[in-house]
């Protein structure tokens, strides 16, 4: 198993970082949170976790080991992969997804896309005691998620800069889909960072 790497970051996409380790680029599939804090160039470190299936084999990378613990550990419920584990952690922290579970909050789960309200509740039996107790690190007051979601801007901007656009290029792909941000807050979820930005970035190679 690969645990981590370390390197310099060659480059950036919209769902992946290539890290050059020893030489090699390292392609790792990575949230939107995640990439935003990357930078072409700099040096970084990401947990990873590496996903072996018959066909492929794909590695995802974490801000930290948390991440990753908390990413393996929801995909031993029924029915969650690896991609809807990156989801749920794209769209909340792992400390939110730990208090999520511990009260029952079936709409902080149904605010990550792809699940219902009858996977939510599924979610929430089986995780029940899996995830274990928050640490902490969720400060008192905050929503659920609030610590990946609220400032879903600053992210989406930090990940357009990221890939390579201007600040300005940035900001107006923000103002873009701020609609779409907003009708999903307007309805009781969360920004959905990941499709925001696939959003963003069409309408940026239209403008080109």
């Known amino acids: 198993m690969i645990a981590f790497v370390t390197g310099p970051v060659a480059a950036l996409a ?10 090699i680029g390292m392609a790792v599939q990575c949230a939107p949170n995640t990439l935003a804090a990357l930078r072409v160039g700099q040096e970084a470190r990401l947990a990873t976790s590496l996903v072996v299936r018959e066909d492929s084999l794909t590695l995802y990378g974490f801000a930290d080991d948390d991440e990753r613990q908390v990413f393996e550990l929801l995909q031993t419920a029924s029915g969650v992969g690896p991609r809807l584990a990156q ?7 792992p400390d ?19 699940i219902g309200k009858k996977g939510a509740q599924k979610l929430l039996l089986e995780l029940k005691d ?3 107790e928050p640490l902490g690190t969720h400060a008192p007051g905050q929503g659920i998620g609030a610590a990946v979601s609220a ?5 989406l901007q930090a990940a357009l800069i990221g890939l390579g656009y201007a600040t300005r290029e940035a900001d107006e792909a923000v103002a873009a889909v701020a609609p779409q941000a907003e009708e999903a807050l307007a309805a009781g979820g969360r920004a959905p960072v990941p499709q925001l930005l696939r959003a963003a970035l069409q309408t940026l190679n239209r403008a080109r």
Not at 87 to 93: K, P
Not at 99 to 104: D, M, S, Y
Not at 151 to 155: A, K, L, P, T
């Open 96 to 114: 939110a997804l730990r208090l999520a579970v511990a009260t029952g909050d079936e709409k902080a789960l149904t605010a990550v896309s792809g």
């Open 14 to 23: 919209p769902t992946t970082a290539v890290i050059e380790v020893g030489g």
């Open 151 to 155: 400032s879903w801007r600053d992210q």
């Open 87 to 93: 989801a749920m952690l794209a769209t909340h922290t």
């Open 130 to 132: 899996r995830l274990g």
